[in-house]
């Protein structure tokens, strides 16, 4: 748990554009008093007409860089990384070491830059030590006397140390903040940086007491914070978690416009939703959101979007996805593959729900051929496969469900439908296969079944489906653990459900519905919709269609969500009108069926306009009662088409 | 290949020798015996060789070399046993158990409290790999026991390997360069051009059939023939006829059609496909009056990386964003059916320079609102014209950093537009300074009159010619439909937009790119159609840009005084197979470092001892999880064969072989103990020496076996009675049994096929 709280891509990138651009023009600077140069030479910086790159003569600048100097060059390129122009500071910088390969301030310069703006680390990184081998010839090695060698000498080590950390060298880049020390540097970032190489090496005792040492110190203040919020979390100590974001927001705050709180509130959104606060949580992300460095975060998007599907409040969380993306959209040379398997995946959630199968199976396709880039969050790729393996599994399988209630016309169709299936099946069963191993073996022994582990992407309502396949002992003993340190009560009502998942499948329906009937007592209403959802579709499964009981909870789940029963392969129970064996016969192959008695509370109407047949769903006035109020209607040339062009309308939600 | 038996049974080899041999040299001569080996070692390495493949498309989430090594095993152990008197009926009874008893084995299992010693989860992480690690087995065992036993397993495994190649060319439907990705992956390596490369890998799949067909066939395979002598049931081995010169040549015709086929489709495609000539339905056509542009298909439509564009400086001001259009052609000449190159007269901003080529113009200085943008081009696919962003004045040869895989590399400056497109609400159409010729050139309209007539109506009563462009974009945006596959029915002298426009409205960026600019041009707009290159700025890293041959594009562009060609490009709403195509990171990364700053200015291996930069070697020790599964593996097939060793004889129903067998059990677990035959020494010898130093009969089978051996598997003997147990009469202590137990001697001597 740990990594989706610290600073997603964009703020990182942003804080480090700020305080790279200000110490590299600051060390530019050093560097420019430190050399014998000639004051004529030297360019007045307060004097605009003096600056070297202005020149209006000419109609179009190409840069014709060839007559200035060396200096001149590294402050140009520095002053355009200020100004966020950093193509332009690359090719200057590029221009100074073809003039001149040992110049150590260009690498050190590109060093940043790759780091920062590209996020190209490996390159970042041959920078880095190619700057270092140089500064070493030119000054010797270490220990260094004079003040602004030890200033550069700490730059170095400062972005050898954040190379080696972005391409997780964890003990590498701790060795190079011993070395750090040993050489009696100070700096502001130093705890911060510490205390979250620590946390990825498991130290978390040595890791909060670095981060309370850069918060008591004043280092880089909202950092420190940020990074205590989270190992208190990790720790379990919640409320001191919460405690802490909130004085890391109030501190963003109070910078103003340079403050970034997006990051603190997103962070505590996550311990809101880890304690069920659902109400604080979506309040911490839709403030982030709508914050301007929060805008472009795809974290706090997705984590509402979530949130939302829990609800299956699916227009919200559309168009929380929407906003996300339209805001992205005003960065245009930003890299898109940082979220866009995150967005794929929240789509594709969002289409399923909504009874949209073959679109949220495309999503998910691209989900996992997309890969994420994940920076510094601690998130790994592993999270996102299992995340994509189950939800396209899922996905393959409501469509072989959808397909089991469909009407065929022909003979070929019902035949392609059988080996959809079949493939579908298969491969589901092999995605299934992948996500358990990882789970079991790469996630640290099935970590994320802590419900709502933040670092997992996966849908905790329906996990259960993914575990039913483990052996009941295995699935057991583990959720057992998990209980054994988790007090939370609400996260019961998920093992429960699991556990009803897993001897439902091991043919034990019984028990199943025992347990399943407390998960329903126990789900809270709003909050846990999704749960309800999965719940009840799985006890409709094991009961005979119908029965009194499949007629009750078919009704709730339709109430609940409309694609639902479909979705599951499970059918609505209808009065047929008029009612005739034809019609009934007709029906058995969809997912409509057909009932008597008072408790059913959907007419199903059949009749022939112009040559056409128009099928209609009507919702009874009241139960038992007889007057319908029309709801739905299907028209087709067939009774087939009319029946699929019914479902269809019926099953699957338009969301604007 | 059905091929026909001889009725020719090979003689019997004397038991003696057959139980020397083991099983299967029990029933093959030594040629037979080698042939067998032979193929069984090529089933192992296709074995290997299909697992790789199906752990680089799937990963398999266990090592594809233990997997291998699984179906290896299933390989060998049914190339013993099929020449042995196991019906197929038993055979697959005894699987059926052996499946059985795994499934029980791992319910027992999962009911052990083993929770205690290990992680609730490692039990069912390893039942996980041992599956899949069975399957391979199960697949080996089967599939080999099948091609030993009967003459269709071939024809089966023969349509598997070509149902195989269809799914892996499947994805190259349309003329998918890019597809399959291994196949492209595997181009990409080796610096062969795609078309190439696929059809190298066809004909060597096809060969391998081939060679599949030649050896099976060949008169050297013997088949396990299982047969009814008298009382008893026997497996005879049948060999193939000798092929006949008829059968040969036709192989060796075989062979060279592969070939001839290979050449063939090499030739043609690489005609069709020549360097990037065609994607998207934009060619590369350079001559006067004529067009690049098709209309049939979108042919070639695939992610084939056709060149690499840095951007020199930021380029904040785009007013496409975050879209990039870089120009290689312009169309502005009509030719009656479609809109083709015009004279070098027209279209001065247009380069038309190939890339070796240099080339320099001055700026346009009327146009407003412009701002340098330098970029470098690497090409790495044939290109006829440079292409720049809009638009060029100058375009410079450089240093071609790499010239195996680029194929020039040159660097283009350019005056970009650095406005936005709200700005040119106020603006005009035209150029005031064009004469005549010129206006009438640009807005020469298509005869048809529907154009005109659908102008009007899309625009209603606006007038203003800037916003009925945009209105007509807008149009096209919200009603027609992308497709790469229209399938449009189009007479050779026909309109080949008029079935898009008037009829179904689905097509591509051709057909767009036509119909605006006749609805423009009917409005009197000034209008032509731009191609080149569409790309998305989002997918670029660090202002690199790495093309893709579905980048390329064509687009209606109008003329806006003091703004110059600006494109007025639809984005359809309704979609139909444009898959979102991600850019590969990894191979841009590549190219990035091939173009990146020479070596003395960054040498490569500056950062070689840095633990990130350790780059797997590619022999590396297999993770403990892969050896403790090698090692589980051994032990498994360790205790399955001792267990075979020592209770086989329980298995078969003749007596005879009953006798024979429970004979080498007890030599087995003698051996073991370290009590072995002498050089030279008869079995009855042997007896006798062991009845003399330890005062029993251990080896209680001596006498019936011999008496088999010198009257017949049809002597009416009955069986020596049996001692109650392998172990049980054995003059040793415990403990030395226990040590007998756990020797792999006995196994050892089996497997090499020593004498018991």
């Known amino acids: ?656 | 290949m059905p091929h026909t038996l001889s009725s020719e049974v090979s003689p019997r080899p004397s038991y003696s020798h057959a139980l020397a041999l083991g099983a299967l040299s029990r029933a093959l001569s030594a040629d037979e015996a080698r042939a067998v080996h032979f193929i069984s070692g090529l089933r192992c390495i296709a074995a290997i060789l299909l697992c790789l493949f199906l752990d680089r498309i799937y990963d398999l989430g266990t090592s594809p070399w233990v997997i291998a090594g699984g179906t290896a095993l299933g390989v060998l152990t049914a190339s013993q046993v099929a020449f042995g008197p196991l019906s197929s009926r038993n055979a697959l009874l005894r699987i059926g158990i052996g499946v059985a008893l795994y499934r029980a084995a791992w319910m027992v299992a999962h009911s052990l409290p083993l929770e205690r010693l290990m992680s609730p989860l490692s039990i069912a992480a390893a039942e996980l790999h041992l599956n899949i690690i069975g399957l391979g087995f199960l697949f080996g065992l089967t599939s080999t026991w099948l091609f030993w036993r009967t003459t269709h397993a071939l024809t089966t495994e023969i349509i598997g390997l070509l149902l195989i190649a269809v799914g892996l060319f499947a994805a190259h439907r349309g003329l998918r360069l890019d597809q399959p990705e291994l196949v492209h992956a595997l181009a990409w390596r080796l610096g062969w051009s795609p078309v190439s490369t696929l059809v190298a890998v066809g004909v060597a799949i096809t060969a391998l059939t081939v060679l599949l067909l030649l050896i099976s066939s060949s008169p050297g395979r013997p088949l396990g023939h299982r047969s009814v002598d008298g009382a008893r049931v026997h497996t005879q081995v049948v060999r193939n006829k000798k092929r006949s010169l008829g059968g040969s040549l036709m192989l060796v015709i075989l062979s060279a059609g592969v070939l001839l086929v290979g050449y063939l489709t090499h030739t043609i495609f690489s005609r069709l496909a020549s360097g990037s000539v065609t994607a998207m339905g934009v060619g590369q056509e350079t001559k006067e009056e004529l067009s690049p542009l098709g209309f049939h298909s979108s042919l070639g439509k695939n992610s084939q990386p056709s060149a690499l564009v840095r951007l020199e400086g930021d380029y904040a001001e785009n007013p496409f964003t975050p879209m990039l259009y870089l120009r290689e052609s312009a169309l502005s000449g009509f030719n009656g059916k479609e809109m083709v190159i015009a004279s070098a007269r027209y279209d001065t901003d247009v380069n038309r320079t190939r890339p070796d080529e240099a080339f320099s113009t001055e700026p346009d200085t009327r146009l407003l609102s412009r701002t340098p943008l330098e970029q470098s081009v690497f090409l790495l696919a044939e290109h006829k014209t440079a292409f720049a962003i809009d638009f060029p004045i100058e375009i410079r040869q450089i240093k071609n950093p790499n010239p195996d895989r680029f194929n020039a590399a040159y660097k283009a400056y350019s005056v970009a537009p650095g406005f936005s497109l709200s700005d040119l609400s106020a603006d005009h159409v035209g150029d005031p300074n064009w004469d005549q010729d010129t206006v009438a050139h640009y807005t020469a309209p298509h005869p048809d009159s529907r154009y005109r007539a659908l102008a009007l109506q899309i625009v209603g009563d606006v007038s203003n010619p800037i916003a009925q462009a945009f209105l007509i974009n807008q149009w096209f945006s919200a009603n027609a439909i992308y497709t790469l596959t229209p399938g449009h029915e189009v007479a050779p002298d026909g309109d080949p937009v008029a079935p898009f426009l008037f009829g179904d409205m689905r097509g591509y960026c051709v057909h767009f790119a036509h119909a605006m600019v006749y609805l423009y041009r009917s409005l009197g707009i000034p209008a032509r159609i731009g191609t080149g290159y569409l790309t998305d700025l989002s997918q670029a890293k660090d202002g690199h840009i790495l093309l893709r041959m579905n980048d390329r594009h064509a687009w209606s562009e109008v003329y806006i005084s003091e703004r110059g060609w600006i494109p007025f490009d639809p984005q359809p709403q309704q979609v139909e197979n444009h898959g979102e195509s991600p850019v590969d990171l990894k191979l841009l990364e590549e190219l990035m470092g091939m173009i990146g700053p020479s070596e003395d200015i960054l040498p490569s291996d500056v950062a070689k001892d840095e633990a990130s930069q350790q780059i797997e070697p590619a022999l590396t020790l297999p993770e403990p999880r892969t050896i403790l599964g090698i090692a589980a593996l051994l032990i498994f097939s360790f205790v399955a064969l001792k267990l075979y060793l020592l209770y086989g004889w329980r298995l078969v129903p003749s007596p005879s072989q009953k006798t024979a067998l429970r004979y080498r059990a007890r030599q087995a677990v003698l051996l073991d103990l370290g009590l072995s035959r002498d050089l030279g020494e008869t079995r009855a010898e042997f007896d006798s020496r062991l009845k003399a130093q330890f005062g029993r009969d251990l080896l209680p089978d001596t006498s019936a076996l011999l008496r088999y051996h010198y009257q017949g598997t049809t002597s009416q003997t009955s069986p020596a009675p049996m001692a109650p147990s392998l172990f049980g009469s054995l003059p040793f202590p415990w403990w030395r049994k226990l040590l007998g137990i756990l020797s792999p001697r006995a196994t050892l001597a089996f497997l090499l096929r020593r004498p018991w």
């Open chain 1, 1 to 656: 748990m740990s990594s989706v709280k610290l600073p997603p891509s964009r703020v990182m990138f942003l804080t480090h554009s700020l305080v790279a651009g200000f110490l590299l023009f600051l060390s530019a600077f050093f560097f420019d008093l430190s050399r014998p140069v000639n004051a004529q030479e030297l360019p007045d910086p307060f004097d605009p007409f003096q600056l070297p790159f202005i020149d209006d003569t000419k109609p179009f600048d190409f840069g014709d860089d060839t007559e200035k100097s060396v200096e001149e060059l590294l402050l140009e390129a520095t002053l355009l990384l200020d100004d966020e122009r950093p193509l332009d500071a690359r090719t200057k910088l590029l221009k100074v070491l073809q003039r001149d390969p040992t110049e150590f301030r260009a690498h050190l310069l590109l060093a940043g830059y790759y780091m920062v703006h590209v996020g190209h680390f490996n390159l970042a990184l041959r920078y880095v030590k190619q700057g270092q081998n140089l500064f070493a010839e030119k000054n010797g090695p270490p220990p260094y006397l004079v003040d602004f060698t030890r200033q550069q000498h700490q730059r170095i080590l400062y972005l050898l140390s954040q190379a080696r950390l972005s391409l997780d060298d964890y003990a590498g880049a701790l060795e190079v903040l011993d070395e750090f020390t040993g050489y009696g540097y100070v700096a502001d970032w130093y705890s911060g940086s510490r205390a979250w190489i620590l946390m990825k090496l498991g130290r978390l005792d040595e890791a909060v007491q670095e981060a309370r040492r850069g918060v008591f110190t004043g280092g880089e203040v909202g950092r420190s914070l940020n990074m205590l919020g989270i190992l208190l979390s990790m720790t379990g100590d919640r409320n001191g978690s919460i405690e802490v974001f909130r004085q890391a927001i109030a501190y963003e705050l109070s910078l103003g416009r340079l403050g970034q709180p997006a990051t603190p509130l997103n962070n505590v959104g996550e311990v809101y939703e880890e304690i069920f606060n659902e109400a604080l949580a979506q309040n911490s992300y839709s403030r982030a959101i709508a914050l301007p460095d929060g805008c472009e975060h795809v974290l706090p998007s997705l984590n509402l979007a979530k949130l939302y599907l829990d609800e299956l409040n699916l227009s919200a969380a559309k168009r929380t996805m929407d906003s996300f993306e339209g805001c992205v959209a005003q960065f245009p040379l930003r890299n898109g593959e940082e979220h866009r398997a995150l967005v794929h995946l929240a789509r594709g959630r969002i289409a399923q729900l909504s009874g949209n199968v073959p679109e949220a199976i495309t999503h998910f396709r691209e989900a996992l051929a997309h890969r994420q880039w994940f920076g510094k969050i601690g998130t790994s790729q592993d999270d996102l496969r299992v995340a994509g393996n189950i939800s396209l599994a899922q996905a393959l399988l409501r469509l072989n469900d959808i397909l089991s209630v469909t009407p065929y016309r022909t003979f070929s169709e019902r035949l392609a439908a059988l080996m959809t299936r079949a493939e579908n099946r298969l491969e589901a069963w092999w995605l299934l296969r992948r996500a358990r191993q990882i789970l079991a073996e790469d996630l640290n022994g099935m970590e994320d079944l802590f419900i709502r582990h933040t670092d997992s992407m996966i849908e905790y309502p329906t996990f259960g489906e993914v575990l039913a396949r483990l052996p009941y002992s295995s699935l057991n003993a583990r959720l057992e653990q998990e209980e054994r340190r988790d007090n939370r009560a609400v996260a019961k009502t998920f093992y429960l459900l699991y556990r009803a998942e897993s001897l439902a499948a091991d043919g034990e329906d019984e028990i199943a519905l025992e347990l399943l009937s407390d998960v329903l007592k126990r789900a809270r209403p709003q909050f846990d919709d999704a749960v309800l959802l999965r719940a009840l579709a799985l006890s409709l499964s094991m009961l005979d269609p119908g029965s009194p009981q499949y007629v009750t909870r078919a009704n709730e789940l339709f109430a609940l969500s409309r694609p639902a029963l479909r979705n599951h392969g499970l059918r609505l129970p209808v009065a047929t009108h008029p009612g005739s064996e034809r019609l009934d016969s007709l029906l058995e192959q969809s997912p409509f069926l057909p009932l008597e008695g008072k408790a059913v509370q959907y007419v199903l109407g059949e009749e022939a306009i112009d040559g056409k047949i128009r099928f209609t769903l009507s919702r009874r006035s009241s139960p038992g009662g007889t007057v319908p109020r029309p709801a739905f209607q299907g028209e087709g040339d067939t009774h087939e088409d009319a029946l699929y062009s019914l479902a269809s309308n019926v099953f699957q939600i338009a969301i604007d």
